[in-house]
Structure formats: structure tokens, C-alpha cells
């Protein structure tokens, strides 16, 4: 590890926090590479082996930090593989200079995409329709202020999204912007899907397959839409496409073998309440095969196409 | 867009000659619906065009461009809902970008183009945001003369209405792929694509039964048995409520199209949705034969949005008084068959997926999905 505290002892996890704590809005992926670019900064490696030891170091750090936090993984593969096309520069300097403002430019063009996720995905929301949210997504929140100032009227039903209860938040918001919402229990998906004329979820990482990896009750959500026959939109900035090609539900990284396991427990004092947020998963998995299309910065897209975008970005 | 005043200038003397009643004359005979098959749309779209283009005196791209979407703006502001000026229009603009990249040569211009290009594609694909695509439409190329530049532009024109022309040429030869002899066909509706696609069929394979629903009340489906006839197929009409009794016994059903969406599903002649579901319903094969030139950038936002209600006398006749004052008579020319009920659609290079097609929209259209240069609904928030 004497490479790392040659950086000034800089702590990458400890900024990434603070970044995060700072801004409760910023996503991931934007906060692991803010954070990557100051170590960058303040390091002075000179020669390219060197650096091509210290940030993927970094980013395994941020990696086990956050135990395995999909859209973080992103973001840092995003700038690994940066760093990999820019290693071809004369010199470590030179490299390191446009590393920076390569994650520079990422961090401020990430408000940016989420704009454009909004301008596309807009004109789906029509007057008069019924939207179903899954949790708190900060896009779809973008997509439904823009629908708001484009003077649309809509109606919006937001799952409460168990253990955090995030839906409460989105709720929270669209109330302020002025939005008809009712908050329904995760259980009332079923109950209301007929209602609805089309659903919305956000992405914690979109895969190779063209498949979501969102907050637990995604999947749910999708399989009941597919059996309405309601259109199912997946909202994600491209940053978030990630180079897995999941099987099944405990083939995510976010996998732990505790979760949900029927392990030994002490009979009689086990308060069901509390094992209830510990031993069940935050993500789930939802296939391609239930997403109608995906909207993106680079566009509205079908599944199939991420796989075509991943290809174009990482083997370019 | 960053074109300047002037070149915008350029543009308003361009257009202030015969032009603008050439355009009108086109925009009246759309809105009466004397051009309403899709192959005409975009031969006398490509037409207009070119003749705008022959008539300007305009030397350099950003101006020239500016005047094509200038026009197509027009054109599509007077048909919202005819979805083919639109992929006219953007196929030319793609078209004519692409040849004065590829014509730069080695110069330093090209040089620049080149290294833009490749900056704002990896800008993209690291989801950084699509800046620089919104931008790279106002560039200009200055350094070719303006004879030759409006001599490339023209040829692009020329050869995109060729390709239109030759369309249903090329998609017959797919036939022998997709049509085994013997095979029972189910089809509705007109379609001179289809035609000739069975036509060739035929010719090749040894025995062809072709069942051919008759598409009331404008019973397009019986001009159709009647040009299929002529080529001594064996031909069956059947009233549209058969179709779902008849489905057990099709192979196949091949469908025309009046355009295709960038999701893949399809605009096609209304009934069409009807047979699609039966045919899913009996897990029989749905092929839909529609040329390139039908491919159309946009998504499907509602299931009406692009069609259109004609003439309802040959539903209920205007002398029937008693009925025609007691109800309203809607008779939507077209359907939107969903892209699940599409099993494969077959263009000139051969047979896609329809979860493929907004890649090749994506490959031969300019600003594809985004509708930003002629201001769709949202823009300017």
C-alpha cells in the first residue's frame, strides 16, 4: 500500500462520504469519480504504472466500502476505463491532466443527463394518465417536473417501498410540485395496476441484458405490469450501465448468503421486526423481457439495446 | 442551432421565389388526401426537395441543411400525423451530412470533423451527455464550391428516390426465405409490396394458397385478391369476422405496413391489429414486409397519435338520413400492431427483429428519436 500514502494519505472512501453527506442529492457513481478525480489531484505519481495501480486500487476500496454498490461500480468502471484509453498519452503528467478533466467534465455533464433522460422520456407522460412510481428515483423526479412545466395533467400513485420507505419522499415532492398522489402499500400493486396506464422505475444499474437492477419490489412491480399488459419504462442515466450479465435473482454482487436463509435462530427471542430489515435484499433483478423501453440520455431504447452501447463504450 | 443571421437570411432568399407555392401546392394535395400511399409520399416528398434544392443558389452545407429542415418543418407542421415526410426529410439530411463528410478528402477540414466526431461519440457513450450532438448540426463545411455541393446534395436525392423506387424489386427477393410451397398465406388489406412479394412467391414456389381478408368497408382487401388472381394464385377472400375461424388453418401471415415505429411496432391497413392477435393466438408466423424508407424514428406515445379517420359513407352511406343523423361513424384508416405481435419484419437487406429496428433508425437518421431540429412538443423548456 505504499503507493496509496504516497497520495498525501488521501482517503478516498472518507471523500466519497463526505461528498455524499454534503449533497444527499448526488448520486453514486458522480460521487465516486468526484472523489477518484481528488485523489488524482493530489497525487503525484510519475510514472503510468503507477497510476494504473493507484485508481483501480481506489476504486476497489470504494467498492468493498459500499458493499458492492452497483451504480457506484458504474461509475467507477466509467473512469477505469478512461484511464485506460488515456494511458496511451506521452507522458503520466499529461495523463493525469486529462484524467482530471475528463472526470471533471463526467461529474458536471452528470446533472446534464438526467435533463436529458427528462426531454426523452417526456412525451410519454400524457394528459390525463395514471402513473405508477416505484420508490424515489431523483430521474424520474426530473421527468415528472418537466411533464409538470410542460402543463401536463397527471395523476400519480407512488409504493411506499419497504424497509426505507423512500416512496414517502417522492411522495413528499410531487405533492410540492403540485401533482395528485397516493402513496399505496407495496402489497397494493396488484390492487391498483388496473388503474394505471403506465409505470415508471428508476435503476440502481442497468445490465448487458438490457435487464434493471432497482430497489427491491422492481421486479414485482414488472411481472404484474407484463400480466396488465401496462407499458413498464425504466428511467436511467447511461453511466449507470454496468458490465454484468445476471442469471437470476442471487447472481448481483449486492448477493449475501445471509439474506433470507433460515438460519439457526435463539427460539423464543427473536423480534421478527428487526430481522426483517436485516436479513432481506435492498435490489432485485427485473429480466429484459418485462421492460417495455428504457429511456436514456442517449436516447429511448429497446433492452436489447445496452448491450450495444456497453459494447461501443468498453471495447471501442 | 447555431446557424447565423445571415445564413438564416440566405435561407428566407432561397425560399422567397416560386418555392413556397410549390409547397403549398404539395401541403393541399396531402391535406385532400390525394397522396396517401406511402411509396408516393416519399417519392413527391424527395421531389419537392429536390426541386427546392435545384432552384436555390445556396454554396455551403450549414445553409443548405438549414433549408431542407426549414421545408421539412413546413411539410411535417401541415401532416403531423403522416409519418413518412418525417423519415423523408431525416433520411435526406443524414444522407447528405454523411456524403459531404465522406467527400472532405484528406484536408485539414475533414481532419477536424473527424477528431469533433470522435470526441462527442465517446462523450456519449460515457454518459456525459449529448452536447455535442445537439451542436455538430450548425457546423459549416466551407471549403467546397457551391456548384458542386448542390450537384452532391441533388445526387443524394436522386438516389434515395431510387432506392423508394426499387424498394418492392429488392423485398421480393426475400420471398423464397420466408414462403415454402404449399403454404397457406393470410393477408388484408392493399399492399403492392405484398403483392408483389406472393407474386414472386408464387413464381417460385410449386403451389401457393393465399387467403386474403377483405378489409371492410373500403374492401382494400379485395383489390388485392384481385391483382394476386391475376397471377393465377390460388386466392380465397374471406369477410373479416372469419379471420380468427380461418387462423388454425394459415401458416403465415404477411402484412404491409404504412410505416414502421422506432419500437418496431407497426402502422399498417386497420384490421391488421385484429389478425396480428389471432395469429398469436394460433402462435402463427407474422411477417410484415415494408421498405426502408417506412422506418420511422418516433416512438408510439398513444395508439391513435398517427392515424387517421377518412370517409365514413362506405360504412354508412351519407343517403342512409335516418342512421346518419342518429350516430357518429368512425373509420380509421389505420392500426397500430404492437411490436410483440410482430414475429419478423423483412425490408430490402432482409429480415429483422423488430427489437432491432431502432438500432437501424438509429444508423440512418439524423437527431433519430430525439425530434430536435423541428421542434417537437417540449422543446424550448
Not at chain 1, 476500496?61 to 452497483?70: E, P, V, Y
Not at chain 1, 426523452?120 to 394528459?127: A, K, L
Amino acid at each position: 500500500m505504499a503507493s496509496i500514502s504516497d497520495a498525501g494519505s488521501f482517503n478516498v472512501v472518507q471523500s466519497y462520504n463526505e461528498l455524499i453527506k454534503e449533497d444527499p442529492s448526488i448520486s453514486a457513481p458522480v460521487a465516486a469519480v468526484s472523489s477518484l478525480v481528488k485523489l488524482v489531484e493530489r497525487q503525484r505519481a510519475t510514472t503510468m504504472l503507477e497510476l494504473m495501480k493507484i485508481v483501480p486500487e481506489a476504486c476497489e476500496q470504494l467498492k468493498k466500502a459500499t458493499g458492492n454498490s452497483i451504480s457506484l461500480s458504474a461509475g467507477c468502471d466509467v473512469f477505469l476505463q478512461q484511464m485506460a484509453r488515456l494511458s496511451h498519452a506521452q507522458s503520466a503528467e499529461e495523463c493525469r491532466v486529462a484524467l482530471i478533466q475528463a472526470g471533471t467534465e463526467f461529474v458536471q455533464g452528470a446533472g446534464r443527463c438526467r435533463d436529458n433522460v427528462a426531454e426523452f422520456g417526456s412525451p410519454f407522460v400524457r394528459d390525463d394518465q395514471t402513473i405508477l412510481v416505484h420508490s424515489y428515483s431523483r430521474v424520474i423526479m426530473g421527468l415528472l417536473r418537466r411533464a409538470v412545466k410542460q402543463n401536463k395533467r397527471f395523476r400519480v400513485y407512488v409504493t411506499e417501498s419497504r424497509p426505507d420507505q423512500s416512496g414517502l419522499r417522492a411522495a413528499a415532492e410531487l405533492q410540492k410540485l403540485g401533482v395528485p398522489c397516493e402513496v399505496i402499500l407495496d402489497a397494493a400493486v396488484g390492487y391498483i395496476m388496473q388503474k394505471v396506464d403506465l409505470v415508471l422505475a428508476g435503476a440502481e444499474g442497468v445490465v448487458e441484458s438490457g435487464g434493471l437492477i432497482n430497489k427491491i419490489g422492481t421486479y414485482q412491480l414488472a411481472i404484474i405490469a407484463k400480466a396488465a399488459k401496462k407499458p413498464f419504462y425504466a428511467l436511467a442515466e447511461s453511466f449507470k450501465f454496468v458490465r454484468l450479465y445476471p442469471l437470476n435473482q442471487y447472481d448481483l454482487p449486492t448477493y449475501r448468503s445471509d439474506l433470507l436463509s433460515f438460519k439457526e435462530k435463539p427460539a423464543a427471542t427473536i423480534d421478527w421486526q428487526a430481522e426483517l430489515s436485516r436479513s432481506n435484499p435492498m435490489l432485485d433483478y427485473t429480466p429484459p423481457e418485462f421492460i417495455t423501453l428504457l429511456f436514456t440520455d442517449l436516447g429511448v431504447m429497446t433492452p436489447s439495446g445496452v448491450s450495444d452501447e456497453l459494447i461501443k463504450f468498453y471495447l471501442d | 442551432m447555431a446557424s447565423s443571421s445571415s445564413a438564416n437570411a440566405k435561407q428566407e432568399v432561397a425560399l422567397s421565389r416560386e418555392v413556397p407555392s410549390l409547397i403549398e401546392s404539395f401541403i393541399t394535395r396531402l391535406k385532400r388526401g390525394k397522396v396517401v400511399e406511402a411509396k408516393r409520399v416519399a417519392l413527391e416528398t424527395a421531389e419537392l426537395l429536390r426541386e427546392i434544392v435545384s432552384r436555390s443558389a445556396i454554396d455551403d452545407l450549414a445553409t443548405l441543411t438549414g433549408l431542407l429542415r426549414t421545408v421539412g418543418k413546413r411539410l411535417i407542421a401541415a401532416q403531423p400525423r403522416e409519418l413518412i415526410i418525417y423519415n423523408v426529410v431525416c433520411r435526406i439530411l443524414h444522407n447528405v451530412k454523411e456524403e459531404a463528410k465522406g467527400e472532405g478528402g484528406a484536408d485539414e477540414e475533414e481532419e477536424r470533423a473527424g477528431r469533433t466526431k470522435s470526441g462527442a461519440r465517446k462523450e456519449r457513450a460515457a454518459g456525459m451527455g449529448v452536447g455535442g450532438r445537439l451542436e455538430d448540426g450548425g457546423r459549416t463545411d466551407g471549403g467546397r464550391g457551391g456548384y458542386q455541393l448542390k450537384m452532391v446534395v441533388l445526387e443524394v436525392i436522386r438516389e434515395f428516390m431510387d432506392e423508394v423506387e426499387g424498394t418492392e424489386a429488392a423485398i421480393e427477393e426475400n420471398a423464397r426465405e420466408h414462403i415454402h410451397s404449399n403454404e397457406i398465406i393470410l393477408t388484408c388489406g392493399r399492399s403492392h409490396t405484398v403483392e408483389r412479394f406472393l407474386k414472386h412467391a408464387a413464381s417460385k414456389a410449386k403451389r401457393l394458397h393465399v387467403i386474403v381478408a377483405e378489409s371492410a368497408p373500403g374492401y382494400a382487401g379485395q383489390a388485392q385478391a384481385r391483382g394476386l388472381a391475376s397471377a393465377n394464385i390460388d386466392v380465397i377472400v374471406v369477410s373479416d369476422a372469419a379471420v380468427f375461424g380461418i387462423m388454425s388453418r394459415v401458416n403465415k401471415v404477411i402484412l404491409g405496413a404504412h410505416a414502421v415505429l422506432a419500437n418496431g411496432g407497426v402502422v399498417a391497413d386497420s384490421g391488421a391489429h385484429m389478425i396480428a392477435a389471432a395469429a398469436r393466438h394460433h402462435a402463427t408466423q407474422v411477417v410484415v414486409c415494408a421498405g426502408q424508407y417506412k422506418y420511422s424514428p418516433l416512438f408510439p406515445f398513444d395508439d391513435d397519435g398517427f392515424n387517421t379517420v377518412v370517409a365514413p359513407d362506405v360504412a354508412v352511406a351519407y343517403g342512409d338520413g335516418a342512421l346518419v343523423g342518429a350516430v357518429d361513424v368512425a373509420n380509421p384508416h389505420y392500426d397500430y400492431v404492437p411490436p410483440e405481435l410482430v414475429d419478423i419484419l423483412v425490408d430490402q437487406t432482409g429480415g429483422h427483429l423488430p427489437s432491432y429496428l431502432y438500432r437501424l433508425q438509429q444508423e440512418s437518421y439524423e437527431g433519430a428519436g430525439s425530434r430536435q431540429w423541428w421542434g417537437a412538443e417540449g422543446s424550448g423548456q
